[in-house]
């Protein structure tokens, strides 16, 4: 079946890097978009960006620009999202999730990886 | 941006009551691309009903989407106990060409 693995929850200090995996299994990998969302401790669902897993050409959201790069290891059938400059408003679970062109809606979704920064 | 509010924010409800949860959008938006997201909480997002009306695959028939243009519908017919959770709606469309809405929460009365 098509499943979306992420990595697991990440403690940071502030400034530092993370990069969270999102490895795909049961379909074509370059058949579907992926995209990353973001949900803050107790907020909704925000949307970041995509990334064509034909091209590897990311899309980033307003406010996911400059310190968050999306990016594509094919021969894993893998995707990532690193963000720099970690500050304390990054502390969120990220989640990866395959577009469903036509409908234009995500299923399935990643379990989640908790980012927490902190000093 | 198209924005999309939902009403209510908390709906407090028994086992076996009916949940109308509502999703209205700032701009019309395409039927096709309109979609429901059940959320539990530690757990991911997971797609209930898209193209407004289409139930996803492995979704109890107690679940059902409406709706076109700016206003739009999520009846669950027959609460169970595992219903109770978050709701999200969310679009396709405009800059940004992905929104959510800020969520439904249905809990136990």
């Known amino acids: 079946q098509v499943q979306l693995v992420q990595s697991g929850s990440e403690l940071k200090k502030p400034g530092a890097s993370v990069k969270v995996s999102c490895k795909t299994s049961?379909?074509?990998?370059?058949?579907?978009?992926l995209n990353w969302m973001r949900q803050a401790p107790g907020q909704g669902l925000e949307w970041m960006g995509w990334?064509?897993?034909?091209?590897?050409?990311?899309t980033y959201a307003q406010g996911f620009t400059g310190r968050f790069v999306f990016s594509l290891d094919t021969s894993v059938s893998t995707a990532y999202l690193q963000i720099s400059g970690l500050k304390a408003e990054d502390t969120a679970v990220y989640y990866c999730?395959?577009?469903?062109?036509?409908?234009?809606?995500?299923?399935?979704w990643g379990q989640g990886t908790l980012v927490t920064v902190s000093s | 941006e198209i924005v999309l509010t939902q009403s209510p924010g908390t709906l407090s409800l028994s086992p076996g009551e009916r949940a109308t949860l509502s999703c209205r959008a700032s701009?019309?938006?395409?039927?096709?691309?309109l979609a429901w997201y059940q959320q539990k909480p530690g757990q991911a997002p997971r797609l209930l009903v898209y193209?407004?009306?289409s139930r996803a695959s492995g979704i109890p028939d107690r679940f059902s989407g409406s709706g076109s243009g700016t206003d739009f519908t999520l009846t669950i017919s027959r609460l169970e106990p595992e219903d109770f959770a978050v709701y999200y709606c969310?679009?396709?469309?405009?800059?940004?060409?992905?929104?959510f809405g800020p969520g439904t929460k249905v809990d136990i009365k």
């Open positions: 701009q019309s938006v395409s039927s096709s691309y």
């Open positions: 990334i064509n897993t034909n091209t590897g050409n990311p």
């Open positions: 193209g407004a009306s």
């Open positions: 969310q679009q396709y469309g405009g800059s940004p060409p992905f929104t």
């Open positions: 999730a395959r577009e469903r062109g036509r409908t234009a809606c995500f299923d399935p």
């Open positions: 049961g379909y074509v990998f370059n058949s579907y978009a």
